[in-house]
């Protein structure tokens, strides 16, 4: 057999060798792809169990924000680009929007409020401003907005930069004086820290402003805590005060009437599903006492104990809260001890997109201090002349009604009245009534940029009888760092 005669004999051979060296191969690199598929999705399960997702999250991963200065990602062909700009509320679990409606708020107390799950605010529904430490899940953020305010009182008010009426004098022979002021002192600094974990969302939150002096600008600490999930440790709002309720006033003290009051202690908010939620509080106890002519020092032997149901619905919210204190003193070896506590019910009600409901009632024994009137005045309880101490009844409450005219134009009409009894027990000239009026009228031309002006009336009554009022206006321009 001749060469050429070899080779041709010898081709089907080789054709039918190759093809099965090529279908051996194909099924080598079929099983090759096919453990590289399995080790991504052990992978993948592992990296989800570390991070915590849920399986809604894993179905529709949220939007990675975008770091300021960081190179936008290249989008892959056929894809529209990413945005320029993710609002951080958009890149977070589901856990932290809110069913509240949103508002406007020129003090905006609403956005240092602790709440369950860390959820955001109605007055902050974006969470705009976040930016991300690289390599981190942790997001930060620094807020707070510069506020200047014009103050003209036609009789002496006693507080000049904020309108607290359980300090307007009774009776001073300078009570006819008029005053001008102009300060900045409600100028609001703060830095807040949020992060995903597995154990719930953490929020750090920190914030000041200049109300330390009542002569010049002293830094003050108003916020400064932490929460992972639903519990909360550190110094902000009680938990007996509802921070959505407070009516949206230029004056930065609002109705006296209302629950407030800054304190450290600790909660934890249980879930009830719905929107629902049951908050258990433990704080720093305080018993401020009315004790003329007599040394004693205040005796707090455990924490102000306080619970708080919660509603929310999109129409707004309600909340049930009580106080539970135990009030005592030491004199000379002396002690007396009481127990004192109150309720509060609180919330909001939107009517429409323009109109607004706030309100908030009160009432209850040596809970003074839990008094945006009369936190600090020394009257939760008083020593009658036998010695006994006697926890002081106090009741009150407010009603806010907002109007938006457009949405640039809003005003705000605030009535509050605050009573304090125990007439026996009290000096003549201790506080027993105040009200509060404001009527206002409020431009936003931009989120960043806020004015006003607001008309205030308070009235002071003492115990015997004797009472003095005074009229403020107010106008007011703030601009707001990160809205």
């Known amino acids: 057999m001749d060469r050429s005669t070899a080779i041709v004999a010898a081709l089907p051979l080789l054709w039918v060798s190759g093809l099965a060296c090529a279908q051996d191969t194909v099924q080598s690199l079929r099983a090759e792809i096919a453990n590289v598929e399995q080790t991504l999705q052990s992978l993948n399960a592992r990296l989800d169990a570390l991070e915590g997702k849920s399986p809604e999250r894993q179905a529709a991963p949220a939007p990675a924000p975008v770091v300021a200065g960081a190179a936008a990602p290249v989008a892959a062909a056929g894809t529209s680009p990413p945005p320029a700009t993710v609002p951080y509320a958009q890149a977070t679990p589901p856990g932290y929007h809110s069913v509240l409606p949103p508002r406007d708020s020129v003090a905006d107390p609403s956005t240092a409020a602790s709440r369950a799950d860390n959820t955001v605010s109605p007055t902050d529904p974006e969470l705009k401003g976040f930016f991300a430490i690289p390599d981190t899940d942790t997001m930060i953020r620094l807020g707070g907005y510069a506020k200047l305010d014009a103050i003209a009182d036609a009789r002496a008010a006693g507080d000049q930069e904020q309108f607290v009426t359980s300090t307007i004098p009774v009776g001073s022979p300078n009570r006819d004086t008029s005053n001008f002021e102009v300060h900045a002192k409600q100028t609001r600094f703060s830095f807040e820290a949020r992060r995903p974990t597995t154990h719930g969302n953490l929020r750090f939150y920190l914030e000041n402003d200049f109300f330390g002096s009542s002569d010049s600008y002293e830094f003050r600490l108003r916020h400064a805590y932490g929460q992972l999930g639903n ?113 509060s019910f609180s919330g909001s009600f939107t009517f429409s997109e323009r109109e607004l409901l706030l309100f908030g009632l009160l009432g209850g024994k040596g809970m003074s201090r839990y008094t945006a009137d009369l936190t600090g005045s020394g009257l939760d309880a008083a020593i009658a002349a036998d010695g006994d101490l006697e926890a002081l009844p106090v009741y009150g409450g407010f009603v806010g009604y907002t109007h938006y005219w457009t949405q640039m134009w809003r005003s705000n009409l605030v009535y509050g009245e605050l009573h304090l009894d125990g007439q026996d027990a009290l000096a003549a000239d201790a506080f027993k009534r105040s009200r509060y009026g404001a009527l206002n009228l409020i431009w936003s031309p931009a989120p960043s940029w806020t004015m006003g002006m607001e008309l205030l009336y308070g009235q002071l009554e003492q115990q015997d009888g004797r009472s003095a009022d005074t009229m403020r206006l107010q106008g007011s321009l703030q601009y707001n760092f990160i809205k």
């Open 231 to 343: 519990t909360y440790a550190g110094y902000g709002y009680s938990t007996f005060m509802d921070a959505d309720s407070l009516p949206d006033t230029l004056d930065f003290a609002g109705p006296g009437g209302a629950a407030y009051l800054l304190v450290a202690g600790m909660h934890h908010s249980f879930s009830m599903g719905k929107g629902n939620t049951l908050t258990l509080g433990a704080e720093n106890p305080e018993t401020e006492l009315d004790h003329p002519g007599v040394e004693a020092v205040s005796m707090d032997r455990v924490p102000d104990l306080s619970l708080v149901a919660r509603m929310e619905r999109d129409w707004g919210h309600l909340q049930l809260g009580a106080v539970a204190r135990s009030l005592g003193y030491n004199a000379d070896g002396h002690k007396e001890t009481t127990y004192g506590g109150g309720a």
